[in-house]
C-alpha cells in the first residue's frame, strides 16, 4: 500500500464520518410563523416534510457513495 493510496482511503473514512454527522444533525426546515393563514400555514408544512426528507436522502446517498468508493477500494 503506498502513500497515495492511505491518503485517499484516509479521505474517504474522513468523508463517510462528516456526511453521518451532517445526516444526524440537520437541522429540520420550519416555516411556522404567524404571518401566514392556516392554510398557507398547511401547505407549507407539507413543503417543509418534503424538503427535510430530501435533506436527509440526499445525505444519505452521500454517505452510500462514499462507501461504494471504500469496497471500490479494496477490490
Known amino acids: 500500500m503506498n502513500l497515495q493510496n492511505i491518503f485517499n482511503l484516509s ?25 401566514y393563514q392556516d392554510k398557507e400555514l398547511q401547505e407549507l408544512a407539507k413543503r417543509d416534510k418534503r424538503k427535510n426528507k430530501m435533506s436527509r436522502n440526499g445525505m444519505l446517498l452521500l ?13
Open 11 to 35: 479521505g474517504l473514512v474522513i468523508n463517510m464520518a462528516g456526511a453521518y454527522l451532517m445526516y444526524r444533525n440537520a437541522p429540520p426546515v420550519n416555516s411556522k410563523t404567524f404571518l
Open 63 to 75: 454517505f452510500v457513495g462514499f462507501l461504494l468508493q471504500l469496497v471500490a477500494f479494496f477490490l
